[in-house]
């Protein structure tokens, strides 16, 4: 079974979590791609979406989904994004598609996050996935000495600007053993936007789809 199709199973999966007339979290990917298609394919009508990307908000709005600002909406009930790795306890990486800072603030205003993965994604340890952390493009360098005493190896994602006009650099070699400590350390380096380690506020149910079918945890 390919990948695609476990991403698919998740998102379908997703649906159930969703209420009408509410306004939703959208995070960003191929994976949540799946979700926002199945969303605008099925009856139920939301009020609209908080979109934690310029990807996400076109591709929204071409399904003729209002998008609203989260300063205009306060707290959010439900969000749906996918990971670039999750672990047993719902922690994740997130940062692929460069989205990070904006899906670590829809995360944190959200009652009830629900990632959707497909299998490849689990892992007992984080850190397989480089690390991405989104950098102030002035702070690169210093930001990357820093990632190197931390026991990583930073790699500039070079040609890549985020939506808030910032640089990523991707942390490759970590293992990831306490993620909460590894995410405070690294947003205390300054010059550091995000850390795309959701540890704190990690996920609240995850869904993993497979060839099997769907497993939700916890
Ligand atoms: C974007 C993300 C995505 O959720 C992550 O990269 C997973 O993407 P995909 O669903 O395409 O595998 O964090 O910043």
Redesign the pocket.
């Known amino acids: 079974m390919s990948n695609d199709a476990g991403?698919q199973r998740a998102a379908l999966a997703a649906l159930k979590y969703i209420e009408e007339d509410t306004i939703i979290g959208v995070?960003?990917?191929?994976?949540?791609n799946f979700f926002i298609d199945a969303l605008a394919a099925q009856k139920l009508r939301i009020r609209g979406a908080v979109s934690s990307s310029n990807a996400s908000t076109e591709r929204l709005r071409g399904h003729g989904i209002e998008i609203f600002e989260l300063n205009a909406v306060g707290d959010i009930d439900v969000y749906v994004?996918?990971?670039?790795e999750c672990d047993p306890h719902l922690r994740l990486i997130?940062?692929?598609?460069?989205?990070?800072t904006r899906?670590k603030i829809v995360a944190a205003a959200s009652q009830l996050f629900i990632c959707i993965v497909d299998e490849s994604k689990q892992v007992s340890v984080l850190g397989r996935f480089p690390l991405p952390v989104e950098v102030i493009p002035m702070a690169r360098s210093y930001v990357a000495r820093q990632l190197i005493k931390l026991g990583g190896q930073p790699v500039w994602r070079e040609g890549v600007i985020t939506d808030n006009g910032n640089l990523i650099l991707d942390v490759h070699g970590l293992s990831i053993v306490d993620p909460l400590r590894l995410e405070s350390q690294i947003n205390q380096i300054v010059g550091v936007v995000t850390v795309?380690l959701f540890a704190h506020r990690p996920a609240d149910v995850l869904i993993v789809g497979s060839a099997a079918g769907v497993k939700i945890l916890p």
């Open positions: 991403k995070g960003t990917g191929s994976t949540v994004d996918g990971a670039d997130k940062g692929g598609g460069a989205a990070l899906e795309g």
